[in-house]
Structure formats: structure tokens, C-alpha cells
């Protein structure tokens, strides 16, 4: 089975703090990707992953940053916390070969003071 | 603009009848069509997903269908189960798009005994 963890289920954090989310899979997955859900706005694409230090942006990148070193990790980051970013993201992996079902991991769900 | 439209936010409907979950997409160049279902607390899982070559395709309880004239989509399931409930998200891939899918924003069914 594959697997994708999130290093927090729940994160609360300051406005203007530096956040980091972590995301592994443990199935050597290619592709890696960063979602955000909000309520009647679904998932949108924050950023993604196909390759080690490879990156793309995806439709809101805005106020966000990643860093893919291994394989298996890629890490979201907040530089500077804001209340609008509020939310529950999520992470996902997909290998070279199914690209288009992606496996996703539980989510964290960070609130913004 | 959302190019992936799930015109209802809910649906309830009682165990053993029909669920009917519909999709609209505005763009002709998505060529592939996939249905998610997420559980509160748990990422979302890949349910089934359809090809544009083809108009339907079935999985057990699980069908979808596929108007690309209308740039429509459906998942029917039959029959309808508790479990079932969740929030189903349908979600959409072009070929140019590098496995980026683009996701509606989702309908809450609740089947109920």
C-alpha cells in the first residue's frame, strides 16, 4: 500500500511565523504535489514536484515556497505565516507510470492566529 | 475561473437507491476525468476515472459516465450505502497539463439507513 505522511494532523502558528510542512512517501514515487482545500473552493494546486530539486508552481503559489531534496520528501513552506492561509493542506504522490491517480496523505490542517 | 464545476454542494439519498454526483468542465482540452472520495480526517482516495475516448466505465457499484459534447460527467452509484457517504470530489487532466488535475469543489453525499 502506498503511503504518504504529513508530519502534523493540526498546526497553529502566528502571523508572520516561518511554517513548515512535511510530506513523505514511502512507494518512490516521481511526482510530488501540494494542495489546499478550502470550503466551496476545493483542492487548488500550490506546487508541484516531478524530480529531486525539480519544482513547478501550480495555480496559487502565492505566498509559498517548496523544497523537494530526496525522493521521498517534499516540504511546503509558509516564509510568513498569514491569516488567509488558514486552511487544510494536503500532499500528494504519483508515480511516472499512473500519473494521473495521485495517492494522497491525511492532511494537515493549520489555523493562522 | 473554475474550469471544474460541482453545481451541488450536498446530496442525500437512502440506502440501496441511486446516487447521481455530476460534474461540468469548461475545458475541451481535458482528455481525462477522475472521481475522488474523502473522508472527514483522511485524504482523498481515487475512487474510478474515465478516458475521453471512452463514455463509461464501470466498477462494481461504481459507474461514470461521460458526455463530452456536453462537457459533462457523472458518477452513479448503485446501490447507495452508508459508507458511502463522503465528500466526492471530481477532478480533470489535459495532456498538456503535466498531470496537474484540476478539482471541483466538491459534493457531500449522506446516505442514510
Known amino acids: 500500500d502506498v503511503k504518504v505522511t504529513q508530519s502534523s494532523r493540526y498546526l497553529v502558528k502566528r502571523t508572520g511565523e516561518k511554517v513548515f510542512l512535511e510530506c513523505v512517501q514511502d512507494m518512490d514515487h516521481e511526482n510530488m504535489f501540494w494542495y489546499r482545500q478550502d470550503p466551496g473552493l476545493g483542492l487548488r494546486l500550490i506546487y508541484f514536484?516531478?524530480?529531486?530539486?525539480?519544482?513547478e508552481k501550480g495555480d496559487i503559489p502565492e505566498g509559498y515556497s517548496v523544497s523537494r531534496e530526496k525522493k521521498e520528501r517534499f516540504s511546503l513552506i509558509l516564509e510568513s505565516a498569514s491569516t488567509n492561509q488558514t486552511s487544510m493542506y494536503l500532499c500528494?504522490?504519483?508515480?511516472?507510470?499512473?500519473?494521473?491517480?495521485?495517492?494522497f496523505g491525511p492532511g494537515t490542517r493549520l489555523l493562522v492566529l | 475561473d473554475q474550469q471544474v464545476k460541482q453545481n451541488s454542494p450536498s446530496l442525500s439519498v437512502q440506502e440501496g437507491r441511486i446516487s447521481i454526483l455530476n460534474c461540468d468542465y469548461t475545458?475541451?482540452?481535458?482528455?481525462?476525468f477522475l472521481w475522488y472520495k474523502k473522508y472527514p480526517a483522511e485524504g482523498p482516495t481515487f475512487l474510478i476515472s474515465i478516458s475521453s475516448i471512452k463514455d463509461k466505465n464501470e466498477d462494481g457499484r461504481f459507474t461514470v459516465f461521460l458526455n463530452k459534447s456536453a462537457k459533462h460527467l457523472s458518477l452513479h452509484i448503485v446501490p447507495s450505502q452508508p459508507g458511502d457517504s463522503a465528500v466526492y470530489f471530481c477532478a480533470a487532466s489535459a495532456i498538456s497539463g503535466f498531470q496537474k488535475l484540476v478539482f471541483g469543489t466538491g459534493t457531500r453525499l449522506l446516505v442514510s439507513p
Open positions: 500528494a504522490s504519483s508515480p511516472l507510470d499512473q500519473q494521473e491517480t495521485q495517492y
Open positions: 475545458n475541451s482540452m481535458f482528455d481525462y
Open positions: 514536484s516531478y524530480d529531486v530539486k525539480m519544482k
